[in-house]
């Protein structure tokens, strides 16, 4: 370094002291010697000697001895011309030097006010060049803040106090931010160069945490270059760019840290993986604490650090939406790791606002989504219950322009992570296990001996083995990653402490009086629609939506639903004998049974997932972890079956285009929770109550149940047929015949899919069966009204004739318990139908007008089979033949009847059914008479005109009374004219 050099800005600080030679002399030489390791005396080799000093000294005609003056000096000498291998440890050992000094005065020193002034010149002298350090790197000889940093990181206890008085004289001389746009930013670069796995990040949190433990810092820490994402930044960028981001992305979420640690060729057993994992979670539960401390700090450092972290998160978040979407790219957006550090940091400043007591619920505002101030970008968001147009009008006509209060911040900014951080995890399960599928069945493929040397492809293929394995292990490493943080309860529970306190938020933004959980529930809060062509009008129930709910952005309500489903799914299952389970339960209580608050169906059926997960027994025998509220709650006793039964009937239409199917997995979820709720007689008094007093409604609800039993019965037992050909098929082939076209590759998978079909279609249908035995046992009435009777019968006499006829053979599979599928057993659940309705005249008669299906020999095959395996005892198999019987006398009867009418006119005839009508009406549009029962059933599944595709309610039919009176007089003639035949042949 030359001398020009050395004389830039900024210069040496001064000393504020300059006293002549006197008494303190000898004791400066000695604290100096002491302190600074330098001496005067050139034959002293235990110390560096001062040339430059001694020279001016003897020129100046004065002893070579120090004075308290040469303090300044003697620092500047030693760092820019004797040097020292790390000039910044050097400040900083002469700085802990005098700091014994000052602990070892004596207090009857007649010099010690002199002395002590000495060294607090000394410790202002050492602390402001440490800080020069930082802000001229070649400043002194060796300088290199690389260097000086290393060795903090290192040795953060021994320089902990040293750096505090550093950021001390920083902030007192108004030069604190340009040292931290130094330190702190070279300290960032640290992390960035590492991962989870190097325990070297601790020391460097460690001078994060001590360095923000100062005020003064936290309040400018947000303006130290490179804090916020700038606007260009791509989402995957900002956790590499940013300040922060370093920190915030370490954990064993990031993709190394799980490869490297749970990779199965070197963790085989899953006691290791276990172990790793827990290790893991005991980490990273350390470290969410000290991130959360880093956090916490700058949020209280001052009101624009707590205001520019918020808008830093935010920022991040409103990047990284698609992280929810079905086809997410997620190399191109915010890493997992890094998405749920930030998520479990803000679930923590949220809990003091959202603890059991719920009495802070008032301070967050429900208008915040019309807030001009608002941190998050809604504006391509789906709504609860409108659409944008009419939130953005809405918004519009009800701005509001007043900074939002911190506790709003945060809890709307932390339902969004919800979704958006913790949300990405889900999706990224469910990418990494149909990964894993795809991988597993592939290697298995390749692994297979080549049938063909010559096929150059499958050579090819096989190349690609190995890296197939590898990416198939990695994919697994990154699962056992997931796994672990699913199964982390702490972390679990605080998340769903967020979630209960969620949940009672959102109940009281749309309970009316908005006054919950201070007064009880009453629902429903819009009076329900009893009629059948209403009660799924979707349109009907969004005007009803409350407001300004209605205009929330759904992410609000999903994310919610989200966890819970996600959360249950796990052994660590957060809300399992947990005290605040019971406002998660009136949440999804409150949006089950009123129907203006979700426009969204299939969030109400992961609701009813999550019940059905709740309601079902432990492990262990014991009932479901929310069967015990279920059971005892005044609200959910109320109202669950009747929010369960409409949804049941709702679902029909989900707005999608595969609506057909998707009804069935939520019909499955209801039809498991009314089983485990039939044990309580509360809710079989409540099944009785809507049948007597809702017959509209559960004439709908049962016309539901009876298409998807007929639907399900029927595609299940064609598939199994299509199982049991081509499993005959291929045993063919390998005897070297063939009856069907196809390959042997093209026969495996039709073979696949008939069977995941046949699996998922059996299963259903035993599920819809119980729901029929337990109903018609209870409530025989509800399943004869004329509008389903006859479906009823007809679908109960074809899988009759299914399942014990001649085609019988035709179901039998290979393996029949790989699909669930016992036939004895769904013949038995058959049979109960039959027996709970026989002593309903109609059901007997419908039975018996079912020319298709309807068979006496029937019964009695299944009646032998019943009798041979054991599968009821004779009172059951005398009342199922009883029926049977009576059923044959109608059918007989009935037949004589039809032969006395001989051939009935045109007009009067059904034009859907083409039967004989009896209570004839006519259609307002089409004009056409049809009949009443008829008309009715047609209407309980597709609300038009079955002739022209109008919209058509059941109300606005016409009867047709004198058409209905000539049918009676047309009956009475002919019966008259046979009974006059007959008088005259007796005659």
């Not at 679930?347 to 019309?370: A, G, H, M």
Request: glycine share 4%; aromatic share 10%.
């Amino acid at each position: 370094m030359d001398e020009t050099t050395k004389r830039e800005e900024p210069l040496p600080v001064q000393s504020k002291h300059s006293t002549p030679q006197s008494q303190l002399s000898p004791w400066c030489t000695s604290l100096f010697g002491d302190v600074f390791g330098v001496t005067l005396n050139v034959d002293d080799t235990s110390k560096r000697f001062l040339e430059s000093t001694f020279t001016e000294l003897v020129e100046e005609g004065l002893d070579p001895q120090f004075e308290e003056s040469h303090a300044d000096r003697i620092i500047i000498e030693y760092l820019t011309e004797v040097g020292n291998t790390n000039p910044f440890k050097w400040l900083r050992d002469c700085w802990v030097k005098v700091q014994q000094y000052k602990r070892t005065l004596k207090a009857k020193d007649p010099l010690r006010d002199e002395k002590l002034q000495v060294l607090e010149e000394i410790d202002r002298l050492t602390s402001n060049y440490g800080l020069v350090a930082f802000q001229i790197e070649d400043m002194f000889i060796n300088g290199n803040i690389d260097t000086y940093l290393k060795d903090v990181i290192a040795n953060d206890s021994l320089y902990s106090d040293f750096i505090i008085q550093i950021l001390y004289h920083a902030h007192e001389e108004g030069t604190l931010l340009e040292f931290l746009n130094v330190f702190v930013v070279e300290l960032a670069k640290e992390v960035s160069k590492i991962d989870f796995r190097d325990s070297h990040y601790q020391l460097v949190l460690n001078v994060f945490q001590l360095i923000l433990s100062q005020k003064p810092v936290a309040a400018v820490f947000t303006q130290i270059d490179n804090f916020h994402a700038k606007e260009e930044v791509k989402p995957h960028r900002i956790e590499t760019t940013t300040l922060l981001g370093p920190l915030f992305r370490l954990s064993p979420l990031q993709s190394t840290v799980s490869i490297a640690l749970f990779d199965e060729n070197t963790n085989s057993s899953s006691r290791k993986v276990k172990s790793v994992g827990e290790s893991l979670q005991a980490e990273h539960k350390v470290l969410l604490e000290r991130l959360f401390f880093i956090t916490d700090k700058i949020i209280r450092g001052s009101e624009q650090s707590r205001n520019d972290l918020l808008k830093y998160f935010a920022t991040i978040v409103n990047k990284n939406h698609l992280r929810r979407g079905d086809h997410a790219d997620f190399s191109k957006l915010a890493s997992n790791a890094f998405m749920t550090n930030i998520s479990m940091v803000l679930i923590r400043l949220s809990l003091p606002f959202l603890d059991s007591s719920l009495t802070k619920l008032d301070k967050i505002d429900p208008n915040y989504f019309q807030n001009t101030h608002c941190l998050i970008d809604i504006s391509e968001e789906t709504r609860a219950n409108a659409t944008n147009a009419e939130a953005n009008e809405y918004f519009e006509a009800h701005k509001i322009d007043k900074k939002p209060n911190f506790i709003s911040d945060c809890f709307y900014l932390t339902l969004t992570y919800l979704q958006y951080g913790l949300g990405g995890l889900y999706i990224s399960e469910s990418k990494l296990d149909k990964l894993i599928k795809h991988l597993k069945s592939t290697v298995e493929n390749l692994n297979r001996p080549i049938s063909d040397p010559s096929n150059r492809l499958q050579m090819i293929q096989r190349m690609q083995l190995p890296a197939l394995q590898k990416k198939l292990e990695q994919a697994k490493s990154e699962k056992n990653a997931l796994t672990s943080f699913f199964i982390h309860r702490n972390l679990q529970l605080e998340i769903f402490d967020f979630i209960a306190g969620s949940s009672a938020f959102l109940v009281r933004t749309v309970e009316p009086t908005h006054l919950y959980p201070k007064t009880k529930l009453r629902l429903p809060f819009v009076p329900d629609v009893i009629g059948v062509e209403n009660v799924d009008n979707s349109e009907h129930f969004r005007e009803q939506a409350p407001v300004p709910y209605k205009y929330f952005p759904e992410f609000c309500v999903e994310g919610v639903i989200n966890f819970v489903l996600s959360s249950c799914k796990f052994v660590a299952n957060p809300m399992i004998r947990n005290s605040r389970l019971p406002s998660l339960m009136e949440f999804m209580l409150v949006f089950l049974r009123c129907p203006e608050l979700i426009g969204n169906p299939h969030l109400k059926g992961r609701l009813v997932e999550v019940l059905s997960i709740g309601t079902y027994p432990m492990t262990d025998g014991t009932p479901g972890f929310m069967q015990d509220i279920i059971d005892t709650d005044p609200l959910l006793t109320d109202n669950l079956l009747y929010a369960l039964l409409d949804f049941y009937v709702v679902v029909e239409k989900t707005g999608s285009s595969s609506q057909f199917y998707d009804k069935f997995n939520s019909r499955f979820h209801i039809s498991c929770i009314l089983e485990q709720i039939w044990k309580n007689s509360v809710y079989k008094r409540q099944l009785i109550h809507q049948s007597e007093h809702n017959e509209e409604f559960f004439i709908r609800f049962v016309a539901r149940m009876l298409n998807d039993l007929t639907f399900l019965l029927d595609e299940s037992l064609r598939q199994l047929q299509d199982v049991h050909a081509v499993q005959n098929e291929l045993e063919l082939r390998k005897q070297g015949g063939s009856n069907m076209d196809g390959t042997n590759e093209d026969l495996e998978s039709r073979l696949s899919s008939a069977e995941n079909q046949a699996r998922a279609d059996i299963q259903l249908a035993n599920r819809t069966l119980d729901l029929f035995d337990m109903f018609t046992g209870e409530v025989p009435k509800a399943f004869i009204k004329p509008e389903i009777v006859g479906r009823l019968a007809s679908m109960l006499d074809y899988n009759l004739e299914a399942l014990v006829g001649p085609k019988c053979t035709e179901l039998k599979v290979r393996e029949p318990e790989k699909y669930k599928f016992n036939p004895k057993d769904l013949l038995l659940k058959i049979c109960k139908v039959f027996v709970n309705l026989s002593s309903e005249s109609d059901f007997t008669k419908a039975v018996a007008n079912d020319s298709r299906s309807f068979k006496r020999a029937l019964f009695n095959r299944a009646e032998d089979i019943i009798r041979r395996w054991g599968l009821s005892n004779e009172d059951f198999i005398k009342c199922l033949v009883t029926f049977a019987d009576k059923a044959e006398e109608t059918r007989i009867a009935d037949e004589a009847e039809e032969q006395d009418l001989g051939e009935i006119p045109d007009e009067y005839l059904d034009p859907l059914m083409y039967t004989l009508m009896e209570d004839p009406v006519i259609l307002p549009g089409s004009k056409v008479n049809i009949d009443r029962a008829t008309i009715r059933s047609h209407l309980l599944s597709d609300s038009t005109d079955p002739f022209n595709r109008m919209p058509l309610k059941y109300e606005d039919v016409i009867p047709n009374d004198d058409l209905k009176q000539e049918i009676l007089d047309w009956k009475r003639g002919k019966k008259a004219n046979k009974s006059t035949d007959v008088n005259m042949t007796d005659a």
